[in-house]
């Protein structure tokens, strides 16, 4: 059987902020804010090291055990981040 995911909204902000501490196995994150939104693994911080989601895309992401594993954030520091969490309890 499959795991259940867990959809949530967050507010991406101008600094990288971690997502919440969700027992995870994958990420998908959908970038509705009105700019660039970049995704970071936070074990593997750094330049070149993000991955960019353009206003409307989306991508899918895994991790190891927790959502908060990865961090967000988006110039424009506004609502519209989209997450399915692939909930593993």
């Given amino acids: 059987m499959?795991?259940?995911?867990i959809v949530r909204s967050?507010?991406?902000?101008a600094s990288y902020v971690s997502?919440?501490?969700?027992?995870?196995?994958?990420?998908?994150?959908y970038n509705g804010t009105s700019g660039?939104?970049?995704?970071?693994?936070n074990g593997d911080a750094g330049t070149n090291k993000e991955v960019t989601i353009p206003v409307g895309?989306?991508?899918?992401?895994?991790?190891?055990?927790?959502?908060?594993?990865?961090s967000i954030k988006s110039a424009s520091g506004t609502t519209g981040v989209g997450l399915?969490?692939?909930y593993n309890p």
């Fill in 2 to 5: 499959a795991s259940p995911s």
């Fill in 57 to 70: 895309g989306s991508v899918g992401l895994g991790v190891s055990a927790s959502a908060s594993e990865l």
């Fill in 10 to 13: 967050v507010t991406a902000t």
């Fill in 19 to 29: 997502l919440e501490a969700i027992p995870a196995t994958g990420v998908s994150i």
């Fill in 36 to 41: 660039t939104l970049l995704v970071q693994h």
């Fill in 84 to 86: 399915i969490i692939d």
